[in-house]
């Protein structure tokens, strides 16, 4: 795969880790600054049109990554145009419906080109991408989940959206069969001068990358400042119940207590969007945080005002609230120069 290239004078190296809606966001505020951007992406996705590029095509997950080469598009004159594209959500044609375009052209040119790493490559080249994105892995697996009660699901979507009983807690998460790291996200990780986890689902979109062989040791060893942001709402069946503290213990497990900072919101929700939210048991995320010395509680409004819309034709649950991509990457950007000063 091509060689990340590093901004040594005229900026720092950002990276983002997470996957889905979340690192859109991070990735979609980051990108007018000055630094070089990477997205890390999770690629245990198995619901969705996901589920179909797998069973069908034989290749990896492209959602997380097709959303995160979106991100980091050029948004003016015809990459503009392809940008829109490749978020575009069929809602008619037998076999297509549901799907993206954007899905089904990485699909096509992984044929064409002989390799989903060319494909990736190739496409962020078409959509002229300010940063660089990379799977964290290019194993094909996927996510377990065990539970208090005993109960193991396989499958991210199932666990994203669960028909067993989403109170109880998860006990255990890995990947099976073990996926290996990919070298250039372990090589970004340590060359990295702020690491972002999340804002995403813990155990869908965060944490898979952490279970990938080399990746949480790597964030442990990296001397960057690295920030956890911490989601708006709890997630049933995977999150219920949990505070911010609940979210940022279950982080700090995985990377050896290494996150300095977290993110969390202050502003008020948008009321219809939360009566929404409570039908399926989600609520707001509570703010129990202590600051220490070795960790720093950014507080702040970094929240949107407009609730989510989807398509018809897609049939995963979606986030109606979502954190705002200027806010967010104003909080980020202070703490990267200022640090807890």
Known sequence: MQKT?????????????????????ALKGLKHSPHHLSAIVAMSDSGGSNKRIRDE??????????QCL????????????????????????????????????????????????????????????????????????????????????SGEHLIDEPSHDGTVKISRVYLAPRADANPEAISAIAKADLIVLGPGDLYTSVIPNLLVTGIAQAIAAS?????????LMTKFGQTYGFTAKDHLQTVQRYVDNSVDAVIVNIAPLQKPALAVYAKYHEFPVSDDLVATPSLAILRADVASRQIAAKSKSDMLVRSLIRHDSQKLATILLDYLEKGNS
Not at 58 to 65: A, I, K, N, V, Y
């Open 5 to 25: 290239k590093f901004i040594e004078n005229n900026g720092k190296n950002i990276i983002c880790i997470g996957g889905g809606t979340g690192t859109f966001v």
């Open 57 to 66: 095509f034989g290749l990896l997950p492209t959602s997380d990554l097709r």
């Open 70 to 153: 979106v991100a980091l598009s050029d948004e003016n004159g015809g990459a503009g145009i392809l940008r829109k594209l490749f978020m575009y959500r069929f809602e008619k044609g037998r076999g297509i419906t549901g799907m993206t375009f954007g899905n089904l052209f990485m699909a096509a040119l992984s044929d064409i080109l002989g390799s989903q790493e060319a494909a990736i490559r190739a496409t962020g080249k078409v959509l002229r991408i300010q940063g660089t994105v990379l799977p964290v892995s290019f194993t094909d697996t996927n996510l377990v989940a065990e539970y208090e009660n005993g109960q193991s699901v």
């Open 223 to 231: 001397p960057a400042k690295k920030v956890y942001v911490v989601n």
